[in-house]
């Protein structure tokens, strides 16, 4: 009996800290990357008896989520809004733009902010789609910095898809810097 106990015990503490049990993680796309890769393998291997859960949620989505209980962690890009939401960086990492290959910056090894003026920009929905466009844009309004945006899409894959196009650029995250997709560079 007292075995039991103690087993249960030693269970109760082990999902208590995380070591056992169910982690319910949403992140948003533009998280999903080679870093959110690393991450969760080294997470998988320090905890292997935690059985891990992943749902790709909208940064909107996953706060609404976090607040009904049914994730207990969310991944998104900053701002994060939210009564009883606690939020602390995990990682940063650069921005990059994707350009079709024909682009007459695409040459360029080194671009600037003035670069972008009045390029035709492909950037995530305001609610649904990935915010690492929308971030790059905040950032070049500040510098007087007009770009069109011509498509607010839902998907990353989606904005790649129109660059590949030669519909304009996008923004992505930096460590999306090492795939390679036919036509964009």
């Not at 749902?55 to 994730?71: D, M």
């Not at 498509?151 to 390679?180: K, N």
Request: hydrophobic fraction near 50%; glycine fraction near 8%; aromatic fraction near 4%.
């Amino acid at each position: 009996m007292f075995d039991n106990l103690d087993h249960a015990k030693m269970t109760a503490l082990a999902v208590a800290y995380g070591k056992r049990g169910r982690l319910r993680l949403a992140a948003s796309e533009d998280v999903m990357t080679g870093t959110l890769a690393r991450i969760i393998a080294a997470y998988r291997e320090q905890w292997p008896e935690v059985h891990f859960d992943l749902l790709e949620l909208p940064a909107i989505a996953q706060v609404r989520a976090l607040q009904r209980g049914r994730i207990d962690l969310g991944l998104m890009l900053p701002p994060v809004e939210g009564p009883a939401v606690i939020s602390d960086p995990v990682w940063s990492e650069g921005w990059l733009v994707a350009l079709p290959k024909a682009h007459r910056l695409a040459r360029r090894t080194h671009l600037q902010a003035v670069d972008f003026v009045d390029q035709d920009a492909i950037i995530g929905h305001a609610e649904r789609g990935p915010r690492c466009g929308r971030h790059v844009l905040d950032l070049l309004d500040t510098l007087h910095v007009n770009v069109r945006i011509i498509a607010e899409v839902e998907h990353l894959q989606t904005a790649l898809m129109l660059v590949q196009s030669g519909a304009g650029i996008t923004f992505v995250p930096g460590s999306l810097a090492d795939v390679s997709i036919a036509g964009i560079v």
